[in-house]
């Protein structure tokens, strides 16, 4: 068990390259590389969400095309069949939905097993409380800040409720974990995120939108790192 309670873990920034140019990933990674700690892979399949992205291929390359540590928040049906396998093409953090698993701490272990920080993904409309029992068995815990499916929509501040609740717990059972958040995290938002206790934090179109996306990121983590 981890003794940082009077350490604060640094701020990760991980731009979504939901927000980049699909035919591009390589060099989307490779313009944000050096400013940020993880880049946010949203894999979608159609049927958790509507919305349809990429799969195992896509990270396989996405791997061998970057050293930043691979952040894959998988919005996807039956993540015990299919979650292992983003473990053992070498994802730094592999995300699954409370909603979509049967059995999350189970499949927590496993992902740990196989090398990968577990994280445990909370969508708009579920209560955290019903999950704070399971976090020890979890590196991350992904409160969405949105509608899980698409990038580009408006963050809804009163989901950071569930952020509060859930670093109170962790601070309360000493537990080391990351509280990310992910949907409409932007220059006029991050700081509310950070006072309520994330420190990690997905930004698609807020990076990828922008003229310069190193230089997005660099802003994020500072108004993040005043905001903590
Ligand atoms: C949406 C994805 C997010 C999305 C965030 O379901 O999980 O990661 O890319 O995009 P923005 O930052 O544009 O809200
Ligand atoms: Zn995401």
């Known amino acids: 068990m981890a003794q940082i309670e009077a350490a604060q873990a640094d701020t990760v920034i991980a731009p979504s390259l ?7 990933l390589a060099e989307a990674a490779e313009s944000v590389a050096g400013a940020v700690d993880w880049l946010h892979v949203d894999v979608m399949d159609n049927h958790f969400v509507p919305n349809l ?4 291929p896509v990270v396989k390359s996405l791997k061998a095309a970057t050293d930043v540590p691979l952040d894959c928040h998988l919005m996807i049906e039956d993540p015990e069949r299919w979650a ?6 070498g994802a730094h953090n592999v995300t699954f939905h ?7 701490a189970t499949l927590a272990k496993r992902l740990r097993s196989a090398g990968a920080k577990a994280g445990l993904a909370i969508d708009r409309d579920t209560p955290v409380e019903d999950y704070l029992d399971l976090l020890p068995e979890f590196d991350t815990l992904l409160i969405m800040t949105i509608k899980a499916g698409f990038g580009g929509q408006a963050f809804m501040p009163e989901l950071l409720d569930k952020v509060r609740t859930a670093r109170r717990h962790a601070k309360a059972g000493h537990l080391e974990l990351r509280i990310e958040v992910d949907g409409g995290i932007a220059e006029d938002t991050i700081a509310r995120a950070a006072e309520a206790g994330a420190d990690a ?5 807020a990076v990828y939108g922008a003229d310069d996306p190193a230089e997005a990121c660099r802003r994020l983590r500072s108004l993040a790192d005043a905001a903590r």
């Open 18 to 24: 939901l927000a980049a140019d699909f035919a591009r």
């Open 53 to 56: 992205t990429l799969g195992p």
């Open 84 to 89: 292992l396998g983003y473990a053992e093409l």
């Open 98 to 104: 409370a909603e979509a698993s049967a059995d999350p």
């Open 201 to 205: 934090f997905v930004a698609g179109t």
